[in-house]
């Protein structure tokens, strides 16, 4: 609905400057053909100076007509004639006389209305006690509005009017008679309307009833009356006893005030109006798609039709033209024109938009992205074709304009050419961005497809960022070119800037050409967990064009600049070792410390958590060597990346339990370090045996 708003603004734009700047002259034609007094003008400056060169001409369509000012002060005066010549006309009668003869009908009219008014209401009080409509309550309120408001109104005029023939011919015979025919018309036309909507009253069509019938009422009567006056100060007889130019004046203002105030209900009772077209029944529903979907459509579109015929109606009754019927033929196809427009607009949005996610997958995501740019160029095409066909409904034809004049061609060309350019930077970025996105889509049979690497979802978003930039900055230059602005100022004045950005940020030029090449060369993905030669360690949560984003076991968050980056120990690629070195005793039965390490390394095997992290069996390396401790015993899983940790736990924990129960097989502990001390010269001898004075103590042998 944009570009349809944005066609019907430049649409009006050339329907104002139309008449002027067709008198241009047409290339190709001879100067014979073309008077000398008015040569073809030169436009210049693309679509911003084909517009400026009609801005004159616009602005002088855009004054008010002064003859229909005229023509409504000289009715005013007239009309102000009139009254002074109804108060001092000479009569046989008094003014209390007059006066009395409205009184007195309206007496009438209003006594018999309000005695038909009790008797109604009295009857429906008995027959909704009836069995027959004791439930129905459809029926009752049917009747609640018939019988004490409609029939006393069809009534109480007749007899109104039979009255009427008792009394002479005055002035105010004929005012009781237009507002007894006016009051009598807006109670029956609400009367009627209400009884129309009562019949909606079912399911959940009840609370839109229920809202048109609490703030309907009033309304409806208000217009009714202000209808029905200003059509009885229309008539002859009302027009020869008040005035012509007075009661032609009162009755433009309340039919003016009747359209108004039409226009504000329909506005205000257009959402529950559109419920009750709308809802229908569930078994309808799915019987019939096609009607269902058609009142939807139309229960959005309903009041416009309204809307222009209250617009027409009020250009009709100001009399901006002189010829109101050519004015309200062309309003009544325009109005058509209208309705089919946004009706098959919203039919082929219907048409591409209502397909399920199944076809989608099945047709493929180029197609239905093409599919979607189809749409939107018909809608543009239909758009255009819109404002045709109403510039030639009210005598205007742009293909014409844009033809055979100077300023048309200009801006025709220029549009074209903007539309060109639109249009082919919207292709390349469809086919790219659509690339894209299948590319980091994870596939939907994942056991049988290949998922996306982490090199992909971390290169492919930066790229896809890299082209938007570049293909907006394109349009915009080119589009620039296109309006007349001129350029080169703009691309002389950016590539002086970027010079200067360029030395003045070194580091940041060195960070952008580092993270580039981290990047294409796969050292690092997002989900990685990286050491860096920095000192920070973490999972790489993010990658932007300068900064690598990491997050520490502490839950921290680190960002580095790739500038600081020298070296990398990436974690996450492939697979990991979860490398186990155990040390035992000298007494130790090292075929029984071998058997265990197995059997510990095949429970994890059979562990059905800790086995999808393993990518092989247990390797036993043996005595990797031996010290003063004792035996040291290696074994190794390979693991996926990641993994090697909770494998590690989980050896340990089991190897722990199964030597704690085996008599064979012991734990290592270190020794301390010897420390020798030196001797005293006189060691103090006791029972003939020298005893040193510090003697080296070293420590018990583990006992078994």
Same mark, same amino acid.
């Given at each position: 609905m944009i570009r349809l708003k944005t066609a019907i603004l430049l649409g009006t734009l050339l329907f104002f400057g139309s008449e002027e700047l067709q008198a241009a002259a047409i290339p190709g034609v001879p100067a014979a053909a073309t008077p000398a007094a008015h040569p073809e003008p030169l436009v210049q400056g693309?679509? !911003?100076? *084909? =517009?400026?060169?009609? =801005? +004159? +001409? =616009?602005?002088?369509?855009?004054?008010?007509?002064?003859d229909l000012l005229d023509a409504w002060r000289l009715r005013a005066d007239r009309a102000a004639d009139e009254v002074d010549q109804l108060v001092n006309r000479p009569s046989a009668r008094s003014s209390w006389s007059v006066a009395g003869d409205f009184l007195l009908l309206t007496a009438v009219w209003a006594g018999v209305f309000g005695l038909l008014w009790?008797?109604?209401?009295? !009857?429906?009080? #008995?027959?909704?006690?009836?069995?027959? !409509?004791l439930s129905r309550e459809r029926g009752q309120a049917l009747l609640a509005y018939v019988l004490p408001y409609s029939i006393p109104a069809l009534i109480s005029l007749p007899l109104t009017i039979y009255a009427s023939q008792l009394l002479p011919v005055s002035a105010g015979r004929a005012l009781a008679l237009c507002f007894a025919y006016a009051t009598s018309s807006g109670v029956f036309a609400a009367s009627l309307v209400m009884s129309l909507v009562v019949l909606f009253n079912v399911g959940h069509k009840r609370r839109a009833v229920q809202i048109i019938r609490q703030d309907s009422p009033r309304p409806l009567f208000a217009i009714g009356f202000l209808v029905a006056l200003s059509d009885a100060l229309t008539s002859p007889q009302i027009a020869h006893q008040l005035g012509n130019n007075l009661t032609s004046s009162i009755a433009v203002f309340t039919g003016l005030a009747a359209s108004i105030s039409f226009g504000l209900l329909v506005l205000r009772m257009r959402r529950p109006v559109a419920q009750v077209i709308r809802i229908l029944p569930l078994a309808q529903r799915r019987a019939q798609p096609a009607l269902r979907e058609t009142l939807r459509i139309f229960s959005g579109l309903w009041y416009w039709p309204i809307l222009l015929m209250v617009l027409v109606s009020i250009v009709n009754l100001i009399g901006i033209g002189d010829d109101n019927q050519q004015v309200l033929r062309s309003a009544l196809l325009t109005t058509v024109l209208l309705i089919a427009t946004v009706f098959l607009s919203t039919t082929l949005h219907h048409l591409f938009k209502s397909r399920s996610e199944s076809d989608v997958r099945r047709s493929g995501a180029y197609k239905e992205r093409f599919l979607s740019l189809s749409h939107a160029l018909l809608r543009i095409a239909m758009a255009i074709v819109f404002i045709d066909i109403l510039g030639r409904i009210w005598g205007v034809s742009l293909f014409d304009f844009a033809v055979s004049n100077a300023v048309g061609r200009a801006i025709s060309d220029s549009l074209s050419h903007i539309g060109l350019i639109f249009l082919v930077t919207w292709m390349v970025w469809v086919v790219l961005d659509t690339a894209i996105q299948e590319a980091l889509k994870p596939p939907a049979n994942k056991r049988g497809a290949r998922q996306p690497s982490t090199r992909i979802k971390t290169i492919l978003p930066l790229l896809r960022n890299a082209i938007k930039i570049i293909l907006v900055v394109i349009c915009a230059i080119t589009t620039m070119a296109n309006l007349g602005i001129n350029v080169a100022p703009f691309l002389a004045g950016a590539g002086v800037i970027g010079l200067a950005i360029g030395f003045g940020s070194q580091q940041l030029v060195q960070d952008v050409i580092t993270g580039l090449f981290i990047i294409i060369e796969d050292t690092l993905s997002i989900g990685d967990w990286v050491v860096l030669d920095s000192g920070h360690a973490g999972t790489v949560e993010g990658l932007t064009i300068r900064t690598l984003r990491l997050r520490d076991g502490k839950g921290f968050v680190h960002s580095v600049p790739f500038g600081q980056i020298k070296a990398v120990t990436n974690q996450s690629r492939q697979f990991a070792y979860a490398f186990f070195s155990v040390q035992f005793t000298y007494d130790t039965d090292v075929d029984k410390a071998i058997e265990l390490i197995r059997e510990a390394g095949h429970s994890i095997s059979e562990d059905p958590f800790l086995r999808y992290n393993l990518q092989g069996p247990l390797d036993v390396f043996g005595v990797d060597k031996m010290d003063l401790n004792?035996?040291?015993?290696? *074994?190794?899983? #390979?693991t996926v990346s990641g993994g090697q940790y909770a494998v590690s736990r989980a050896f340990n924990q089991r190897l722990k339990k199964l030597v704690d129960n085996s008599p064979w097989v012991h734990f290592a502990q270190t020794y301390p370090q010897q420390v020798l001390m030196p001797r005293q010269a006189a060691e103090p001898v006791h029972d003939g045996v020298v005893e040193p004075e510090h003697a080296v103590l070293l420590p018990d042998r583990p006992h078994s």
């Open positions: 693309g679509l !911003l100076g *084909a =517009i400026s060169s009609s =801005i +004159d +001409d =616009i602005q002088s369509k855009l004054n008010l007509d002064r009790m008797f109604g209401k009295f !009857l429906t009080e #008995r027959l909704c006690r009836h069995r027959v !409509l004792g035996v040291v015993l290696t *074994a190794q899983f #390979r």
